[in-house]
């Protein structure tokens, strides 16, 4: 939580996913923002949301590349 100076906290949220097109990143941090907002009290101007992208050949499940599991599926 960043304090804004004014005695107001800002929440602050990171979220790590795969590679996700621009309007679907656009649809989640509305949503994540929306709910954190309802939950906190926090006015959505105040809420911070932060996406880090990982391509599915650098993220493991069960030591498992996810591309390898992905291809696994289909």
């Known amino acids: ?10 929440p602050v949220v990171t979220l790590e996913l ?5 309007e679907k990143k ?3 941090t509305k949503k ?5 907002s309802e939950l906190t009290s ?3 101007n105040q809420i911070i ?4 992208e990982n ?7 069960g030591g ?4 390898e599991l992905m291809w696994e599926d289909k």
């Open 26 to 28: 656009i649809e989640i």
């Open 42 to 44: 926090v006015p959505e």
């Open 49 to 52: 949301v932060f996406i880090k």
């Open 1 to 10: 939580i960043i304090n804004n100076g004014k005695d107001q906290k800002m």
């Open 55 to 61: 391509s599915a050949d650098n993220v493991s499940a």
């Open 64 to 67: 498992v590349l996810l591309s």
């Open 18 to 22: 795969l590679e996700q097109t621009k």
């Open 32 to 36: 994540v923002t929306k709910l954190l």
